[in-house]
C-alpha cells in the first residue's frame, strides 16, 4: 500500500528476490480486498494518502528501483475522479511500467492499457478477451472471492490455468490466497507466476528486513519448483 514508508518497503522486497511490484492506491471501498488490505487502505487514507501522494510515493519508488516493473493497482472511481486520462499518463510520469483497475471489466474503457484479471468464474470468451487486451500478463484470480491469505491453495487455480493456456498466449500470473511459501511453490509449478499481497502487507508492517526475509522464503520456494 502507498504510504511514506513504501519506498524503502519496496526495495527490500527487491532485495528479497521480488520481479515486480504492486503499489496500492488506497480506495475508500476496495471491493475485491479482503481485511489485512482494507485496513492498509483505511491506514494510508487516514495518513492523507490521496492519489497526488500516491503518485508521489511511485516516483520516490521508482528512484530507489530504476528497474523493476512498478504496477499500481487501484479501482476505477479514483480514475474517475482524478482524470480516465489524467491518471495513466501521471502514473507513467512517475514511473508506472503498467496498471491495474480491479473493478473495470475488460470491455470497458478498453483504450486504457491495463493487466485484465479473470476468475475461474470468467467465461472463455472472456478470458480470451482479456489475453487479448492485457498489458504484458494475465492475472488469474484463484478464488471466487476477496484477497486474503488462506489455509490451502485454491483447488481452482489448476483447471483455471490449464483454461487459460488454451485461450491465450500470454504468462499467467496467480494470486488471491497464495501467502506461504509452499503455496508459492505450488502456484508456479502452475502458473507463470506467482503473486502475493496480504501476507506481505501483514509481513510489511514489522519493517523491511521483515518483509525481505518473507520475500526471499518465496522466492526460493519458487526456485525450487
Given at each position: ?18 520481479d ?9 471501498d ?11 487502505a ?15 510515493c511511485l ?16 479501482y476505477?472511481?479514483?480514475l474517475?475522479?482524478y482524470?480516465?486520462e489524467r ?5 507513467q510520469a512517475?514511473?508506472?511500467t ?7 471489466p ?5 483504450q ?13 470468451e472472456?478470458?480470451?478477451?482479456a489475453?487479448?487486451?492485457t ?8 478464488v ?8 490451502e491453495?485454491?483447488p481452482?487455480?489448476?483447471?483455471l ?12 500470473y ?7 511459501p509452499?503455496?508459492?511453490r ?8 506467482v503473486?502475493?499481497g496480504s ?10 528486513r521483515?518483509l ?11 526456485d525450487?519448483?
Amino acid at each position: 500500500m502507498a504510504e511514506p514508508e513504501t519506498p524503502e518497503l519496496a526495495a527490500a522486497a527487491v532485495a528479497g528476490g521480488a520481479d515486480l511490484l504492486e503499489l496500492g492506491f488506497p480506495f475508500s471501498d476496495p471491493l475485491a480486498d479482503g481485511p489485512v488490505i482494507r485496513r492498509a487502505a483505511e491506514r494510508a487514507l487516514a495518513r492523507g494518502m490521496r492519489t497526488r501522494a500516491c503518485l508521489e510515493c511511485l516516483a520516490r519508488t521508482r528512484e530507489l528501483l530504476p528497474d523493476t516493473p512498478l504496477v499500481p493497482m487501484t479501482y476505477a472511481s479514483i480514475l474517475e475522479a482524478y482524470g480516465w486520462e489524467r491518471f495513466p499518463a501521471d502514473a507513467q510520469a512517475a514511473g508506472a511500467t503498467s496498471l491495474i483497475v480491479a473493478d473495470l471489466p475488460v470491455d470497458e474503457r478498453p483504450q486504457l492499457r491495463r493487466v485484465q484479471l479473470v476468475a475461474p468464474t470468467s467465461t472463455d470468451e472472456r478470458i480470451r478477451l482479456a489475453g487479448e487486451r492485457t498489458d504484458g500478463w494475465l492475472y488469474l484470480v484463484t478464488v471466487a472471492g476477496t484477497t486474503g491469505a488462506r489455509t490451502e491453495l485454491s483447488p481452482a487455480l489448476a483447471p483455471l490455468v490449464e483454461r487459460a493456456r488454451g485461450l491465450v498466449a500470454v504468462p499467467l500470473y496467480a494470486g488471491f490466497g497464495i501467502s506461504t511459501p509452499e503455496h508459492a511453490r505450488s502456484a508456479a509449478e502452475l502458473a507463470d507466476g506467482v503473486v502475493v499481497g496480504s501476507r506481505a502487507v501483514e509481513v510489511a508492517e514489522e519493517g523491511p528486513r521483515a518483509l525481505e526475509a518473507y520475500v526471499r522464503s518465496l522466492r526460493e520456494s519458487v526456485d525450487r519448483s
